[in-house]
C-alpha cells in the first residue's frame, strides 16, 4: 500500500452541542492519519453547527434539514472521500487508538469488509445523583456489531447500502442484518473501540411505543433470507 | 402444567406482523418466529386463553385432528416456557376473545418455534430492552438495578 488509507469519520447531530465537542475531539485524537471527519448538522437549532465549523480542517460540516439520524448519515456518505467509512454519534467518543487498530485487523486479513468492536459505557459526567440514579448500570466492555462503532470499506460500505431513513429505532440492527445478508466478512475482535455516553436523552429513543420497530426489522430481515433462499 | 400461560412482561416483547409473531427475549438478545398455526397458538397466548380455547380455535382454522393439534400446542407451549418467553398464568384472567376464523380451513401442520441468535449482541446493547414510558436508558423498575 503506498501510504495510509485515508479514513472518513461521520457523525450527525441534532441539537447535539452539549456533547458534540467531546465527539469531534475524540476524532481529532486518533492516532491515526490522514481522516476526514465530516458532521452534518441535521437541522439543529441549538447551535451545533457553529461548534463543528469552529474546527476547521479536517473537519467539515454541512447543514442540512431535519431529516432523522439515517437520512444525516447518508448525507455524510455522500460526501465522504475515504477508503474506509466510520460513523460516531454526537454524544460518543472514539477511544483514541480506535481506528489504527481496527484497521490493522485488515492489514492481516485482506478480505475483510469491516471491523467491529467492544463498547464501553458511562454516564454522562454532567448528570446530578438523582438523574443518575434513574438511568440503567452501563454496560463494560461488551460487544456490539454496530454502525456505531465499526469501520467499513468503503466498497464495502455499498454492498450493502444507505442506512434506511424509513426507521427512527433499530437503523443500526437494520444495516447489520442487511450487511450480514450481503454476506460481508467481518470481526468483532475484544477491543473496547467506543465509549457510549448514558444521559437522559440518548438519541430518539423516548417512545416505548417504537419498540415495535425493531421487531419488524427483524421480520424484513428475515423475509429477505428466505426469499433469498427460495 | 398450568391451564394457562401468558406472555413474559419482563423478558419478551412480541408483535405479530404479516401473519409472523416475532418474538425478541430482551434477556439473552435472541428472537423467535411462529408462523400459521403457531402464530395463532401465540395469539392466544397474548391472551392468555387456556389450551383448550387455543385447540378449539386451531379446530375452526385448520384440518387436522384435535390430538395432533393439541399435541403441537403443548409443544410450543413447552418450548416457550423453556425459552422463558411466556410463564404460568394463574387465577381466572381475563376472558379471552376468539381468534377469528379463517375463510377457509387449512391443512394443519405442527408449527415450529424458530430461534435466531444471529443478532444477539446487538440486541442486548440496543435501547430494545429496558424502554418503558420514560423511555431508555432509564432502568426498567423491575430491573433490580
Known sequence: ?230 | MAERVCVSSKHAIAETIEGEAIIIHLGTGAYYSLRDAGADIWAGIEQAATRTEIVDWLQERYEGSREEMDAAALRVIEQLLGEGLVEEASGDGPRSQPLPAGSARKPFSAPILEKHTDMQDLILIDPVHEVEARGWPYAAADSGG
Open chain 1, 1 to 230: 500500500m503506498d501510504g495510509k488509507p485515508l479514513v472518513s469519520v461521520m457523525i450527525g447531530v441534532y441539537n447535539g452541542s452539549a456533547y458534540l465537542g467531546e465527539a469531534i475531539e475524540s476524532v481529532l485524537a486518533q492516532s491515526h492519519r490522514p481522516l476526514e471527519l465530516i458532521v452534518v448538522d441535521d437541522g439543529s437549532d441549538d447551535g451545533s453547527g457553529s461548534i463543528a465549523r469552529a474546527y476547521g480542517e479536517p473537519v467539515r460540516c454541512i447543514t442540512q434539514e431535519r431529516g432523522g439520524m439515517a437520512a444525516a448519515r447518508n448525507r455524510a456518505v455522500g460526501e465522504a472521500g475515504g477508503d474506509y467509512f466510520a460513523f460516531l454519534d454526537a454524544d460518543d467518543r472514539f477511544r483514541p487508538h480506535k481506528i489504527e487498530r481496527q484497521l490493522s485487523f485488515f492489514a492481516s486479513d485482506p478480505a475483510l469488509d469491516a471491523v467491529f468492536g467492544h463498547v464501553t459505557e458511562f454516564l454522562s459526567p454532567d448528570l446530578d445523583d438523582a438523574a443518575r440514579s434513574r438511568l440503567r448500570r452501563p454496560v463494560d466492555d461488551m460487544p456490539w456489531p454496530t454502525p456505531n462503532l465499526m469501520l467499513v470499506k468503503r466498497d464495502s460500505f455499498f454492498k450493502v447500502g444507505l442506512f434506511s431513513t424509513e426507521l427512527k429505532v433499530g437503523i443500526g440492527l437494520d444495516w447489520y442484518a442487511r450487511a450480514m445478508e450481503a454476506g460481508l466478512k467481518t470481526v468483532v475482535p475484544v477491543i473496547v473501540v467506543l465509549e457510549r455516553r448514558l444521559h437522559a436523552d440518548n438519541n430518539g429513543i423516548r417512545q416505548s411505543e417504537q419498540r415495535p420497530q425493531y421487531l419488524h426489522v427483524l421480520k424484513a430481515s428475515l423475509d429477505r433470507r428466505r426469499r433469498a433462499q427460495a
